[in-house]
């Protein structure tokens, strides 16, 4: 993962429980930063693409800032689907200040 100004590369799962519900994830730590209970709730994750996410690149349904703020504070970042998902989400927001350890 790199540091400052510059892109992250990360990966994208889809949910397998969930439409529309994505994980992004650092490609160098993958899924250890992610909490256990979300993987539960998220079912088992299907590889959907990676990429490099660099500051000011545009996403569909995401900030694109607030992505790479994520994967660099926590090493994930949940897309909920348009709706949401009320469970998951109080499970981000719990573990949203965890240590990266």
């Not at 800032?65 to 970042?77: I, P, Q, S, T």
Request: neutral net charge.
């Amino acid at each position: 993962m790199t540091t400052g100004g510059e892109g992250v590369r990360c990966r994208v799962y889809r949910s397998s429980r969930r439409a529309e519900m994505y994980l992004f994830v650092t490609e160098a730590r993958d899924l250890a930063p992610v909490p256990e209970e979300l993987l539960a709730r998220f079912g088992p994750p299907q590889p959907a693409l990676a990429f490099e996410l660099a500051p000011g690149r545009t996403l569909a349904r995401a900030d694109g800032a607030e992505v790479l703020e994520a994967l660099r504070e926590r090493g994930w970042f949940l897309q909920l689907p348009p709706g949401g998902d009320a469970v998951a989400e109080a499970i981000a927001a719990r573990n949203e200040k965890l240590p990266r350890g």
